[in-house]
C-alpha cells in the first residue's frame, strides 16, 4: 500500500528564518512520483514541485528547495529565508505508476510570524 | 486565461438529500479530477474524467458520482447525504489525461458542503 507521512502537524517560525517539512513515502512501485502542493487560506492548492522516483537530483526555486533521498524514502521541502505570504497548509503526495491515483499526506500547516 | 472555477462555492443541504456540484477546467484542458478534503480523512482522490470518460476512481461508495460533457466541464453528484459528507470539494483540470504523474493539475477554489 501507498502511504505520505507528514509528521509535522504545525509548525511556526519567525519571519525569514528557514523551515524544513518533512515528507516521508511508503511505496512498492520502482517508478513513482512526489508533490508537493501549497494550500493558502483561499483554499486551492497550488502545485509546487513534481519529482520522479529516477531523478534524486535537488532542485531549488527561489526560496524554495527540495530534497528527495530515495535511501530513506524522503522529500522534504525547504523554505529559506521565510515570509508571511508562505503561511498555508503544505501537502506532500505519491502517485504510483501502477493505478494513477495519487495519495495525499496529512499536510503540515506552517505559520509564518511577522 | 481563466483559472478552475467551481460552482457553487458554499452549500448546506440536509441528510437524505443529494447535490450536484460543477466545475468548469481551463480552456484547453480535458481532463478533470475531483477530490474530497475533509479534518479527518485529509485529502482524498475521487476521480477522474478525461475526453468524457472515467478514467479512475478512488474508493469512495457509489453515491458518489460525476460526470463530463463534450465542453470539458465536470458535475458532480453526491446522492443520499450523510452528514460525514460535510467536505471541501476540489477540482483540478490539466490538459492531457490527468494522470498526476505527467501532468501538472490546476486546482479551483472548491465547494464548500455542509451537511446538517
Known amino acids: 500500500a501507498q502511504k505520505v507521512t507528514q509528521a509535522q502537524t504545525e509548525i511556526s517560525v519567525v519571519e525569514k528564518e528557514d523551515v524544513t517539512l518533512d515528507c516521508v513515502y511508503e511505496?512498492?512501485?520502482?517508478?513513482?512520483?512526489l508533490f508537493w502542493y501549497k494550500q493558502p487560506p483561499s483554499g486551492e492548492l497550488v502545485f509546487l514541485i513534481r519529482r520522479n522516483s529516477f531523478d534524486e537530483q535537488n532542485e531549488i526555486s527561489g526560496r524554495y528547495s527540495w530534497n528527495f533521498q530515495k535511501s530513506t524514502s524522503s522529500f522534504n521541502f525547504t523554505i529559506t529565508a521565510s515570509q508571511v505570504v508562505d503561511s498555508a497548509v503544505y501537502f506532500c503526495a505519491l502517485s504510483g505508476n501502477r493505478d494513477d491515483k495519487i495519495i495525499f499526506g496529512k499536510g503540515t500547516r506552517l505559520h509564518i510570524l511577522p | 486565461k481563466a483559472g478552475v472555477t467551481q460552482t457553487p462555492r458554499y452549500l448546506i443541504k440536509t441528510r437524505g438529500q443529494q447535490v450536484t456540484l460543477s466545475c468548469s477546467p481551463i480552456s484547453g484542458h480535458r481532463s478533470v479530477s475531483w477530490y474530497q478534503q475533509t479534518p479527518g480523512q485529509g485529502l482524498q482522490f475521487l476521480f477522474e474524467y478525461f475526453s468524457e470518460t472515467q478514467r479512475n476512481k478512488g474508493n469512495f461508495p457509489g453515491r458518489f458520482s460525476g460526470r463530463q460533457f463534450s465542453n470539458s466541464r465536470s458535475e458532480m453528484n453526491v446522492s443520499t447525504l450523510e452528514l460525514g459528507d460535510s467536505a471541501l470539494y476540489l477540482c483540478?483540470?490539466?490538459?492531457?489525461?490527468?494522470?498526476?504523474?505527467?501532468?501538472?493539475?490546476?486546482f479551483g477554489p472548491g465547494t464548500r458542503l455542509t451537511v446538517l
Open positions: 511505496t512498492r512501485d520502482t517508478t513513482y512520483y
Open positions: 483540478a483540470s490539466s490538459q492531457g489525461p490527468g494522470i498526476p504523474s505527467t501532468d501538472t493539475q490546476y
